[in-house]
């Protein structure tokens, strides 16, 4: 009897113990999306010039992913690169409870070993236009990325009406190989990568030819242009086919490497509806600018001379251009070969025209249905962007530290307790407010390398208000588009020069600022943005410019890593965690292996002592 | 009383079980090296045209290490490279008890991830000359290496004598990067490397220029050979200062890509002395041959006329040549800057005189004192080497099967019994030897992906007949340097056709053979060779041209994985040893952590009953 007793509270125990751990949870109605992706360098001819890509399955750009709103997405990415790790981040994706799967290197994931695969799996939780790109070394410039399109859910409608649409993803490119770009940005003195060879649409463009100048002046294009109107030419323009009198939806996302770009379609003027996954107050543009990180819905009606077709095209604005507009065509007539537009492209509006840039990005307000921000905040940090030196090489640091990722990434460290694999230190919350002098270069240019995290308590609201101020160079400031990971922040307000708490406290839109997860800091300006730190995980915030990135233009939060359960061993299989984990001191598989885990469970001792006391 | 006892008992048994552990073998008289090396690619200028080279500590070659036979070198190699991982394998070094240390990726250990150091621990047990390179993906060929060179014990003597002595690593060198190399092979068609721009003699050469053709015809040098004699004019030649009347000791490695080399210097009579860390008969030479893979000492005596210098010149060899000669100056005078030598270089040997090659390689015997190869085979393995198509894609094939290595080493799988990590059906021992005609294009060339091992008996005597065919195009077939880790075997003998063990076994020299770790086979022959299998550990035996080897040219031994001891944690980090090691299923640490590793070890249970019963 007292053995039978035993057994039963034992195999109760048991089951306390680890039934829950293999309850995991599984989605109702909605979808899951599986797919089944392999990396690797592949020829290329982004812009008519044979190169390598970085491709997904063959492709260049990536496939795209279409989901609905709280579909679930499963990427099993396999490395097929020969010594490169690789990692894909989720651009715009919050990752809530998945904060595993955000994609970065050494902050969310060890990198993905050559050969080996990692599971990605994440709700797609918000309607919206997102990509994703590595974030790894510089992949993404290496043409890592594809778009990732979330309808809303069946039954539920977005707030405009559309009979079509076409996605648009705009990066840059260079002939220069990544891996030469960054011994030149690591080099002292630094090479620096320069302005790309051409823009690209879909992953295509025309290197060192402008259609639409060609076209315009009449003169012909240089040899290579050899576009004949083949959707199938090599480097073609991108086509979309359109029937007269509808109306379209363009989905645009920015995964450029460096430059900030304007788009507009030829005659057509264009309705803003959604910025980075959120809907705006509608307004109309004949041409809109994008940072690279942000996405943008706009709609368009195709009322124009149906017998045209109308060049859609792109160009640099923020830094003095040395690169022709990227292209696509709206092709009203659907013929084969598609005809060229007669009307050429209009210039793009003047590089450093940042009056008319900043018009633009004041008149983006949140949709009225949109969640409003918290009244106030309970932490404001400021973030100082300027270029430094340290030991005599070119740097970009926040309050004069420029980030260096550490070998072993972020959530494990902080998950585990490992203090050794980060400084342990904050970096800090402000810079020298009252004596900083924004307007020239760093009087003491010299940072230092971080790698420390900014902990944020759980649920707080943050301010940050990040401060531009003159690079190295006198009388230059530049553009940076900050994009946060995890989480959607409202822009509360941007202004010139140096922020003022007594002055711009009050100017700052609490009533409908627009949510986003980029946006963009003006020369000699400020930009405040609010969110709510209730995501447990650990999420960068850092300049989009991959070189600016890689020189240390970023930092990290950390929240509520505490309340995470486990994750998964594939994601800490490197550094620190690995050595943790592998001299058996902690972690259990998420997902079960090949028969049940060997560790020894403190319980069995319990059961013992139950087994033998039992004949007492 | 019982309770002391039992601690006792405790205690007795806990030494038993974890003392043993915590000993380490350190080395006696002779010294260990200490080197803390980081990799990383930086700028370089191998050949006057700026390109991007994988150095070592700034260093492009990497350090030359020093030693002594019987030393201990301990190298902590930190990866900087930003996305890849990397190793370093220790070329010619035997790795007797630590096998881990052997620097391949896939096969010894995992790849070092970026940020992370790995310890490189081994003992260099024979004097000779050796050389370190990459052995990851093409990481050779982007300029990983450096030379090794191990001198006698004290008071040991070599048979032979000498004033002093130089050393110099034969290179090629590509303009294209490593990952645009690879793209071209891997792709469908194959995009072939091509000839190299140059050859490089201790990373130095000159792009586009022979200084040596420009002194011989008197017309000038191209603009970018601007050397005018100073050892510190960037791309200069090498300078080997020398005295008149002395013997001096010319170590040569080649870790050449592709090409085979000869070597001369002009004027002066050479002494073979050593091939690849082992004695020769010596024999006197005007110029010699040296394949990828290969190393050599000669001696030479400085008896020309000491008003002149004199051209040493490496020409390419069993490739039509389309790369100038590659220089260094042998300098009687010691002037600043060094006088140009007044005789030009003679031209390098016809690169399709094979006979010639044969001639001289069949010269190269054992010294009277080196071992003497067992009498007797237990096993013998024909290895057909041929070029194939897989689904289009062109590969390499030994016994038509293309080695594609897996992501976890074989070193931890076959240790941990991780049979799903490769295929465990043994490639074959041999090819259809009765039919298969080794004069045309494979008849059927298909072949087949494939990563088994030949597992050899422990202490076996393994014969491995290495023969050669025709390739995809008719009526060629190329020269192959075949290079084995972990071991020297014994050259047994050269032929031409098809290995016929009637005619041919009685051929076999078993009576001075050379030993080697690195032999040729020439064009529609074979290469016999004979080692003994009595090195625990995994051991690749390949192809030493890196887009061969890329291309599938290799197969894999292990031997005596069971006896081995505990394999440090830090080579097991990647691919399944990692998923079974981090879900606490086995492994130890070798060398200690922070704190005692916390796994429950049963003994523990053992205690509480002893604990428990030593009170009744």
Same mark, same amino acid.
């Given at each position: ?15 306390c113990c ?5 309850i995991r949870?599984v ?17 290329g001819?982004?812009? *008519? ?6 491709g ?15 579909d679930?997405v499963v ?11 690789v ?5 715009g994706i919050?990752q809530?409870?998945t904060p ?9 994931? *060890?990198?993905i070993?050559?050969?080996e695969t990692?599971n990605?799996?994440?709700?797609v939780?918000?309607?919206?236009t997102?990509?994703?790109h590595?974030?790894y070394?510089?992949?993404?410039s290496?043409?890592?990325y594809?778009l990732l399109?979330?309808?809303v ?5 977005e707030p405009?009406?559309?009979d079509g ?11 220069k190989?990544v891996?030469e &770009? ?14 790309? &060879?051409?823009?690209l649409?879909?992953?295509k463009? &025309?290197?060192? *030819?402008?259609?639409a100048?060609?076209?315009n002046?009449?003169?012909g ?7 004949r109107?083949?959707e199938?030419d090599? @480097? ?5 086919r359109?029937k007269?009198n ?7 996302a ?6 900030s770009?304007?788009?507009a ?6 309705l ?9 107050q509608?307004?109309s543009?004949?041409?809109f600018?994008i940072?690279?990180g ?8 195709t009322d #124009?001379?149906?017998r045209?077709?109308y060049?859609i ?11 022709p507009q ?5 092709d009203y #007539?659907?013929t084969?070969?598609?005809? #060229? !537009?007669?009307?050429? !492209? =209009?210039p793009? !509006?003047g590089?450093n025209?940042?009056?008319r840039?900043?018009?633009f990005?004041?008149?983006?307000l ?6 409003k921000?918290?009244a ?6 400021f973030?100082? $962007?300027? &270029? $430094?030196?340290?030991?005599g090489?070119t740097?970009w640091?926040?309050n ?7 070998p072993? !990434?972020?959530?494990?460290s902080? =998950?585990y ?12 919350d ?9 307007m ?19 649920? $707080?609201?943050?301010?940050?208000i ?5 690079m190295?160079k006198a009388g ?9 990971h995890?989480?959607?922040f409202?822009?509360?307000?941007y202004g010139e020069?140096k922020?003022?708490s ?18 963009v800091?003006?020369?000699?300006g ?12 650990v ?20 929240e ?8 998964p061993?594939e994601a800490?299989? @490197?550094?620190?965690t690995?050595k943790m984990?592998m001299?058996g001191?902690?972690?259990?598989m998420?997902?079960?292996g ?7 469970n ?6 013992i002592?139950i087994f ?5």
């Open positions: 009897m007292a053995l039978t007793r035993l057994v039963l509270i034992c195999l109760l125990v048991h089951l680890f039934g829950v751990l293999m949870s989605s109702g109605a909605n979808e899951t999306h599986f797919f089944k992706w392999e990396v690797e360098y592949m020829y001819a982004p812009d *008519c010039l044979t190169n390598i890509v970085m997904i399955n063959g492709q260049f750009p990536g496939p795209t992913i279409k989901a609905k709103a709280g679930t990427v099993d990415l396999t490395n097929k690169l020969l010594t490169e790790g990692v894909i981040h989720w651009h919050t809530r409870g595993w799967a955000d994609g970065t290197a050494s902050i969310s994931q *060890c990198a070993n050559p050969g990692f990605y799996t994440f709700k939780d918000k309607a919206g997102y990509f994703y590595g974030h070394g510089m992949q993404r290496a043409g890592l594809g399109i979330v309808d859910e069946e039954g539920k409608e405009f009406k559309y649409e076409f996605s648009l993803l705009l990066s840059d490119w260079w002939h190989g891996h &770009q960054e011994v030149g940005l690591s080099a002292n003195p630094m090479t620096w990568i320069g302005e790309p &060879q051409s823009l649409i879909n992953g463009g &025309q290197y060192n *030819c402008s259609l100048a060609a076209h002046s009449g003169s294009g240089l040899p290579e242009c050899n576009f109107g083949n199938n090599t @480097c073609a323009p991108n086509i979309l359109v007269p509808k109306t379209y939806r363009l989905r645009v920015s995964t450029t490497a460096l430059v770009l304007n788009l379609v030829r005659n057509h003027k264009m803003m509806v959604e910025a980075d996954g959120n809907y705006l509608k307004f543009v004949k041409d600018d940072y690279s942000e996405t943008y819905s706009v709609l368009f009606k #124009q001379n149906p045209n077709n060049w095209y792109v160009g640099v604005r923020g830094r003095e251009p040395r690169t990227g292209l696509a065509i709206l #007539q659907s084969t070969p598609t005809k #060229q !537009p007669t009307l050429a !492209p =209009k793009t !509006p590089w025209d940042y009056q840039s900043k018009l990005s004041k008149k983006l949140a949709h009225s249905e949109s969640p921000p918290p106030n905040h309970h932490r404001r940090i973030l100082l $962007n300027t &270029q $430094n030196r340290i030991n090489y740097k640091a926040i004069n530290v420029s980030l260096t990722l550490p072993t !990434p972020y959530l494990g902080i =998950k307790g490992i203090n050794e694999s980060f400084d342990q230190n904050s970096p800090p402000t810079f020298d407010l009252n004596t900083y002098d924004i020239s270069p760093p009087s003491n240019p010299n940072a230092a390398y971080g790698n420390g995290v900014y902990t944020l308590e759980l649920n $707080n609201t943050i301010d940050v990040l401060q531009n101020a003159n190295l230059d400031s530049e553009i940076h588009p900050w994009h946060l995890g989480h959607d409202w822009v509360l307000g020069g922020f003022s007594e002055k711009d406290e009050k100017k700052l839109n609490l009533k409908n600022p627009p949510l986003r997860n980029t946006v800091i003006f020369p000699y400020w930009t405040a943005i609010r969110f709510v730190a209730d995501n447990p995980g999420w960068p915030f850092h300049c989009h410019i991959e070189p600016h990135l890689h020189m240390g233009m970023g930092v990290v939060f950390a509520g890593v505490d309340r995470l359960g486990d994750i061993n800490l299989s @490197c550094g620190l690995a984990l001299s001191s902690g972690g259990k998420l997902t079960s090949s028969g049940p885990p060997k560790t020894f403190p319980i069995y001792i319990l059961y002592f033998i006391f039992s004949y007492f």
